[in-house]
């Protein structure tokens, strides 16, 4: 008996059959069967079907004589099923890799609940990936079981089949089925949620819906949008035939008339002519089921006010809809003139503030689009609190929220605020690790030092003009005027001053100064190489390791993986994680930080949320200062991120995974090869990427020589003092000496010449 019964309806999806069949054949996961039924589609799925059936035994195929439609082509598959748990996959739609492992272990880890909810991810015809946007609800419905009456959140997801695995004994048991028509999927999932004794979450995008151009059933004009008033008699009908569930009627009278509101809203499902009648059949419908008062002459359940429009008539809601979109347009008109306003009275202002004095004490400080004190701006910020008190430190932070997470005593003002516009025109100092926004004008003697955000491996700013993928959504020319601004320049190595300097061609002036966010990096290698414990297993990381729930004595393989140019959205998984988290050993420690633009994405939901939660790996993505995620680690393993060059301060091993170099370097384009220059052993498959980690080959001798070179070449000017460096020598104006460190370039090998080479 296999683990999942996967059914796959199949109607004119021809296009898209192989690709959903072999989403479900090539899961690692193999414990399963496929029943796909053929709704006598009149394309070339049959012989789709067929095909898949004679190479793969798990496949069995159901040829039905007439067409029946979504709900009973899934019916017709339902008798087949020899599967533990059911599953209903739409044959335009793919499970997502390793979802069917990601669900056994889930229902182990449950003990086989009657549901088990997963999460998905709509795929748009152009290319754009997201993810549901109630997926917080999975994550909040914690480890164990539960019902719907104890957590009534999980009926706010959408209500639809296929995302969802059912243990097929709580099926057969109430003999659920679903009914023709269009929504079917609403009276077999109100039941099966409100019955389940036991349901469990999976907080894992399982399963990647299709949005098509064309073609999406719900998405054609028809009377057949007038099957939903059927479909919620159906689970009206349910709901009376079973007492103890009666306490729902008023959520499901709710639901009733917010989904078909929202049909009635949408312009594409009804034709013209049957608007109307649409309405008066949901009015009518809505009356008859709202639920009566009380026993012992309560009052009933109030309307809420979204739906009090279906006590009127039709005229009515035309008229309210007419209202709410003028409404809407006043509204964003009037923002347009506030905003226009707003400018205007700032450029009044403007002249007035040119004329205060510069606060040569004031510097107003900036990080990664204004999110925090972190980065190089904070480290600055701490060391001139630290050696110079007297001056005065402002942070603009983007939101609420984010200022509430700043540390006590950090004075802050928010973007765009009045206080924002006045701080900004009296500093003298403005120290960011991005471009300040184009509104802020530099005034004359205001000084504007810019750290960036590490040394580069990939093409930036005017160097992107030749990489049209790349600089997609990026004006460059924009950036360049604002860049314009700069007044100073961190580098912490030759490499980068010549890298900025071509990239930004501004009138700035390049500053040896190092890295001030490296400073802590640099001391904790100095303190490990005085202990004599240099090298992999320094835990100068404590106090993080133990926040992070990792075991003492672990040796702990920090991931860090960039993101990708070549795919709209730039994730890719180019390893998997708990593969790689088994085969490292039970005294390793596995921990992932993704590149920050990754970190809201769909990325986490693809498993790495899942197996942080189990335990099996630890994700720091949250973690905001990465210096302490780094301090916390042994090793790194990364592809091609700028984190290697910080880390290289530690001088801890390094293993570079390159298995899609050369896509890599050809969509955003590389200021050298770092295969051939790198700070470690490189890995161009996961095989190789295994052995040198069971072999201990990643900690060899051959792995501290690349380093040392390595670090020669791109520590050049990390010497734990730079953010002193930069209060004494930019904000204080005294001197102080360069890094004693040699500059001198270390040269590339032959076969990997520096675009920045000296000619």
């Given at each position: 008996?296999?683990?999942?019964?996967?059914?796959?309806?199949?109607?004119?999806?021809?296009?898209?059959?192989?690709?959903?069949?072999?989403?479900?054949?090539?899961?690692?996961?193999?414990?399963?069967?496929?029943?796909?039924?053929?709704?006598?589609?009149?394309?070339?799925?049959?012989?789709?079907?067929?095909?898949?059936?004679?190479?793969?035994?798990?496949?069995?195929?159901?040829?039905?004589?007439?067409?029946?439609?979504?709900?009973?082509?899934?019916?017709?598959?339902?008798?087949?099923?020899?599967?533990?748990?059911?599953?209903?996959?739409?044959?335009?739609?793919?499970?997502?890799?390793?979802?069917?492992?990601?669900?056994?272990?889930r229902?182990?880890?449950?003990?086989?609940?009657?549901?088990?909810?997963?999460?998905?991810?709509?795929?748009?015809?152009?290319?754009?990936?997201?993810?549901?946007?109630?997926?917080?609800?999975?994550?909040?419905?914690?480890?164990?079981?539960?019902?719907?009456?104890?957590?009534?959140?999980?009926?706010?997801l959408?209500?639809?089949?296929?995302?969802?695995?059912?243990?097929?004994?709580?099926?057969?048991?109430?003999?659920?089925?679903?009914?023709?028509?269009?929504?079917?999927?609403?009276?077999?999932t109100?039941?099966?949620?409100?019955?389940?004794?036991?349901i469990?979450?999976l907080?894992?995008?399982?399963?990647?819906?299709?949005?098509?151009?064309q073609?999406?059933?719900?998405?054609?004009?028809?009377?057949?949008?007038?099957?939903?008033?059927?479909?919620?008699?159906?689970?009206?009908?349910?709901?009376?035939?079973?007492?103890?569930?009666a306490?729902?009627?008023?959520?499901?009278?709710?639901?009733?008339?917010?989904?078909?509101?929202?049909?009635?809203?949408?312009?594409d499902?009804?034709?013209?002519?049957?608007?109307?009648?649409?309405?008066?059949?949901?009015?009518?419908?809505?009356r008859?089921?709202?639920?009566?008062?009380?026993?012992?002459?309560?009052?009933?359940?109030?309307?809420?006010?979204?739906?009090?429009?279906?006590?009127?008539?039709?005229?009515?809601?035309?008229?309210?809809?007419?209202?709410?979109?003028?409404?809407?347009?006043?509204?964003?008109?009037?923002?347009?003139?506030?905003?226009?306003?707003?400018?205007?009275?700032?450029?009044?202002?403007?002249?007035?503030?040119?004329?205060?004095?510069?606060?040569?004490?004031?510097?107003?400080?900036?990080?990664f689009?204004?999110?925090?004190?972190?980065?190089d701006?904070?480290?600055?910020?701490?060391?001139?609190?630290?050696?110079?008190?007297?001056?005065?430190?402002?942070?603009?932070v983007?939101?609420?929220?984010?200022?509430?997470?700043?540390?006590?005593?950090?004075?802050?003002?928010?973007?765009?605020?009045?206080?924002?516009?006045?701080?900004?025109?009296?500093?003298?100092?403005?120290?960011?690790?991005?471009?300040?926004?184009?509104?802020?004008?530099?005034?004359?003697g205001?000084?504007?030092v810019?750290?960036?955000?590490?040394?580069?491996?990939?093409?930036?700013?005017?160097?992107?003009?030749?990489?049209?993928?790349?600089?997609?959504?990026?004006?460059?020319?924009?950036?360049?005027?604002?860049?314009?601004?700069?007044?100073?320049?961190?580098?912490?190595?030759?490499?980068?001053?010549?890298?900025?300097?071509?990239?930004?061609?501004?009138?700035?002036?390049?500053?040896?100064?190092?890295?001030?966010?490296?400073?802590?990096?640099?001391?904790?290698?100095a303190?490990?190489?005085?202990?004599?414990?240099?090298?992999?297993?320094?835990?100068?990381?404590?106090?993080?390791?133990?926040?992070?729930?990792?075991?003492?004595?672990?040796?702990?393989?920090?991931?860090?993986?960039?993101?990708?140019?070549?795919?709209?959205?730039?994730?890719?998984?180019?390893?998997?994680?708990?593969?790689?988290?088994?085969?490292?050993?039970?005294?390793?420690?596995?921990?992932?930080?993704?590149?920050?633009?990754?970190?809201?994405?769909?990325a986490?939901?693809?498993?790495?949320?899942?197996?942080?939660?189990?335990?099996?790996?630890?994700?720091?993505?949250?973690?905001?200062?990465?210096?302490?995620?780094?301090?916390?680690?042994?090793?790194?393993?990364?592809?091609?991120?700028?984190?290697?060059?910080?880390?290289?301060?530690?001088?801890?091993?390094?293993?570079?995974?390159?298995?899609?170099?050369g896509?890599?370097?050809?969509?955003?384009?590389?200021?050298?090869?770092?295969?051939?220059?790198?700070?470690?052993?490189?890995?161009?498959?996961?095989?190789?990427?295994?052995?040198?980690?069971?072999?201990?080959?990643?900690?060899?001798?051959?792995?501290?020589?690349?380093?040392?070179?390595?670090?020669?070449?791109?520590?050049?000017f990390?010497?734990?003092?730079?953010?002193?460096?930069?209060?004494?020598?930019?904000?204080?104006?005294?001197?102080?000496?360069?890094?004693?460190?040699a500059?001198?370039?270390?040269?590339?090998?032959?076969?990997?010449?520096?675009?920045?080479?000296?000619?």
């Amino acid at each position: 008996m296999p683990r999942f019964s996967i059914i796959v309806p199949c109607f004119k999806v021809q296009g898209f059959l192989r690709e959903c069949l072999d989403s479900v054949l090539e899961q690692s996961y193999r414990d399963l069967e496929v029943i796909a039924v053929d709704d006598r589609s009149p394309d070339g799925c049959g012989a789709i079907l067929d095909e898949y059936a004679d190479r793969d035994d798990r496949v069995r195929v159901l040829h039905l004589p007439e067409n029946v439609g979504l709900g009973r082509a899934r019916n017709a598959g339902l008798p087949h099923a020899n599967g533990d748990h059911l599953l209903f996959l739409d044959s335009d739609d793919t499970l997502t890799p390793g979802a069917l492992r990601a669900m056994a272990d889930r229902l182990d880890e449950t003990g086989d609940p009657d549901v088990l909810v997963f999460d998905y991810a709509r795929t748009h015809w152009w290319g754009g990936t997201r993810r549901n946007a109630l997926a917080q609800v999975l994550a909040d419905c914690g480890d164990g079981t539960f019902t719907a009456a104890e957590r009534p959140e999980i009926l706010d997801l959408l209500m639809v089949v296929w995302n969802k695995a059912y243990r097929r004994g709580f099926v057969e048991e109430n003999g659920f089925r679903f009914p023709p028509g269009y929504y079917e999927d609403t009276p077999w999932t109100f039941p099966v949620m409100l019955s389940a004794e036991r349901i469990a979450t999976l907080d894992r995008i399982c399963l990647y819906y299709r949005q098509r151009r064309q073609g999406n059933i719900l998405s054609t004009t028809s009377r057949k949008h007038f099957d939903v008033h059927d479909q919620y008699e159906r689970v009206f009908a349910f709901v009376d035939s079973r007492p103890e569930l009666a306490g729902w009627r008023p959520y499901l009278h709710r639901k009733m008339g917010e989904h078909c509101l929202d049909i009635l809203a949408k312009p594409d499902r009804l034709p013209p002519s049957d608007r109307g009648e649409f309405f008066r059949r949901t009015a009518e419908m809505f009356r008859a089921r709202r639920p009566g008062p009380e026993p012992g002459g309560g009052p009933g359940e109030p309307v809420p006010a979204g739906l009090r429009v279906l006590e009127g008539g039709y005229a009515a809601y035309r008229i309210s809809r007419l209202a709410g979109r003028a409404g809407r347009e006043i509204a964003r008109r009037g923002g347009q003139v506030r905003g226009a306003a707003g400018a205007r009275v700032r450029r009044g202002l403007a002249p007035v503030r040119a004329r205060r004095p510069l606060d040569p004490g004031l510097v107003v400080y900036s990080a990664f689009s204004h999110r925090g004190v972190l980065g190089d701006p904070g480290a600055v910020y701490r060391k001139a609190r630290e050696i110079a008190p007297q001056l005065r430190g402002v942070w603009v932070v983007r939101d609420e929220e984010t200022a509430a997470r700043l540390p006590d005593g950090v004075e802050h003002v928010l973007l765009g605020s009045p206080a924002y516009h006045r701080l900004t025109a009296r500093a003298g100092f403005f120290v960011n690790n991005v471009n300040w926004p184009g509104a802020l004008v530099k005034r004359p003697g205001s000084v504007h030092v810019h750290t960036h955000q590490g040394t580069p491996l990939k093409y930036m700013a005017a160097d992107l003009l030749d990489k049209p993928g790349a600089r997609y959504g990026v004006d460059v020319p924009q950036m360049l005027r604002r860049a314009d601004r700069w007044d100073y320049s961190l580098v912490a190595n030759p490499h980068s001053e010549l890298v900025w300097e071509r990239a930004y061609p501004c009138h700035f002036t390049s500053v040896r100064t190092g890295s001030p966010r490296n400073d802590v990096l640099v001391h904790a290698a100095a303190r490990a190489a005085a202990d004599g414990r240099a090298g992999p297993g320094v835990d100068t990381g404590a106090e993080v390791r133990a926040r992070l729930g990792i075991p003492a004595g672990h040796t702990v393989v920090l991931y860090a993986p960039t993101r990708r140019d070549y795919r709209r959205g730039g994730h890719v998984d180019r390893i998997d994680l708990a593969r790689f988290a088994a085969d490292l050993g039970a005294d390793h420690t596995l921990v992932v930080r993704l590149h920050p633009s990754l970190a809201t994405g769909p990325a986490r939901g693809l498993g790495l949320s899942e197996l942080h939660r189990r335990g099996i790996l630890v994700d720091a993505t949250d973690e905001p200062h990465v210096e302490d995620v780094m301090l916390a680690s042994d090793v790194l393993v990364t592809d091609y991120s700028a984190l290697m060059f910080d880390y290289a301060n530690l001088d801890r091993p390094v293993v570079v995974h390159a298995d899609d170099w050369g896509a890599y370097a050809a969509s955003r384009g590389a200021y050298f090869d770092i295969t051939a220059e790198a700070p470690g052993h490189v890995s161009r498959s996961y095989r190789e990427l295994a052995r040198l980690f069971s072999s201990g080959d990643w900690r060899d001798e051959e792995s501290a020589r690349l380093r040392a070179v390595f670090r020669r070449r791109f520590c050049a000017f990390d010497d734990g003092r730079a953010a002193e460096r930069v209060v004494r020598t930019l904000l204080l104006g005294e001197p102080m000496p360069e890094p004693e460190r040699a500059p001198a370039r270390v040269p590339g090998p032959a076969t990997a010449p520096d675009l920045l080479a000296s000619t």
